[in-house]
């Protein structure tokens, strides 16, 4: 039973335009949420999060939104650039628990 | 500044085979954790160490062992490897009393089992 769901394991994109990668959870204990950008033949590298106690985080031109009460968190990246195409990770954590649980991931492609 | 480093990169094992996957952090890190890819599962945690001389299980720890003798090495084993066990294999590690946020994680170790 995945408590981390990534239920769309594709999205393409244009250049310029937004792309907003969603991400649902199921255990209601997580209260702390990231977003991982992996490239092929890489490890993931941690991207932005936010806290429970928030509901949306911004860093350049990403930003993470989170509805606690849907149990969902989405990532909008604007404006989006080829660079930008990789698989992202949604993963969530009980703060005091230190452990990530990942979701499938879902692949970026930002077309020229 | 290395980071985490896993070796091997790749490997191709024959069904009942054992081996050894090691990962190398030079960062200070006081946890450890090995991970494993499979397409539409995402990353699912293996086993995980709190610090030198400690491990624990975790989702799917099954198939695997490790050890943690050193601080900086974090050692994960198959000791009759299955095909089900063809994977990507990451290593990630992070400080014990800061944020989430500072996980790092190997290239990863590709591995076959035939």
């Known amino acids: 039973d995945q408590q981390v769901k990534q239920n769309s394991p594709s999205l393409s994109v244009q250049e310029g335009r937004i792309s907003i990668l969603n991400c649902d959870y199921t255990n209601s204990m997580f209260d702390y949420f990231l977003w991982y950008k992996k490239y092929p033949a890489e490890g993931p590298t941690f991207l932005i999060s936010i806290s429970s106690i928030k509901d949306k985080n911004e860093d350049g031109r990403f930003t993470v939104f989170l509805n606690k009460s849907a149990k969902h968190l989405s990532l909008h990246i604007v404006p989006s650039q080829p660079g930008d195409s990789a698989v992202y990770f949604c993963a969530a954590s009980k703060w005091t628990a230190r452990q990530l649980t990942f979701g499938s991931g879902t692949q970026l492609t930002v077309l020229p | 500044n290395a980071g985490v480093t896993q070796t091997p990169k790749f490997r191709v094992l024959k069904t009942g085979q054992s081996m050894t996957l090691l990962c190398a952090q030079d960062?200070?890190?006081?946890?450890m954790y090995w991970y494993r890819q499979d397409p539409g599962m995402g990353l699912r945690l293996i086993h995980y160490s709190v610090g030198e001389g400690t491990t624990a299980k975790g989702e799917v720890p099954d198939g695997y062992n490790v050890s943690r003798l050193k601080k900086q090495n974090f050692l994960l084993g198959l000791e009759s490897a299955a095909p089900s066990q063809t994977s990507v294999y990451f290593c990630?590690?992070?400080?014990?009393?800061?944020?989430?946020?500072?996980?790092?994680f190997g290239s990863g170790t590709r591995l076959t089992v035939v």
């Open positions: 960062m200070n890190h006081e946890y």
């Open positions: 990630a590690s992070s400080y014990a009393d800061r944020g989430l946020d500072g996980y790092t």
